[in-house]
């Protein structure tokens, strides 16, 4: 098991930023590519960005690329997802994920996932 916790999620004016951050304990996540998805109301909870477990490897959806940026620090089994930029279309609940193996787009690839966190971006 893998437990995730999200944090850092709320209510942000369209254009501005927030932090997301997933922390993994009870087991470091140093050999596991970790995932940030979002789930809309009413649609498929989709990739947002992705992260090789060395940390050398990101991945972006195209409505992300530019304004969303994920790192890890192995240190602190601490995943962040900065968002700057936001729009009203970015509102959703977003999940952290981890997998064995290398960083992928798809849901299904995961293994560990946390409880998600609300986002909300106001017009």
């Known amino acids: 098991q893998v437990p995730l916790v999200e944090s850092g999620g709320g209510l942000v004016q369209a254009g501005g930023s927030l932090r997301l951050s997933c922390v993994a304990s009870?087991?470091?996540?140093?050999?596991?590519?970790m995932g940030w998805f979002r789930q809309a109301p009413g649609k498929e909870r989709e990739f947002v960005a992705g992260?090789?477990?060395?940390?050398?490897?990101?991945y972006y959806a195209d409505s992300v690329k530019g304004r969303f940026t994920i790192s890890g620090d192995n240190a602190k089994n601490t995943v962040y997802l900065q968002m700057n930029n936001l729009k009203p279309e970015d509102t959703a609940v977003y999940y952290c994920?981890?997998?064995?193996?290398?960083?992928?787009?798809?849901?299904?690839?995961?293994?560990?996932w946390g409880q998600g966190t609300q986002v909300t971006v106001s017009s």
């Open positions: 994920a981890a997998r064995t193996g290398r960083a992928t787009v798809s849901t299904r690839d995961y293994q560990y």
């Open positions: 009870g087991r470091t996540f140093s050999r596991y590519a």
């Open positions: 992260i090789g477990w060395s940390g050398g490897s990101t």
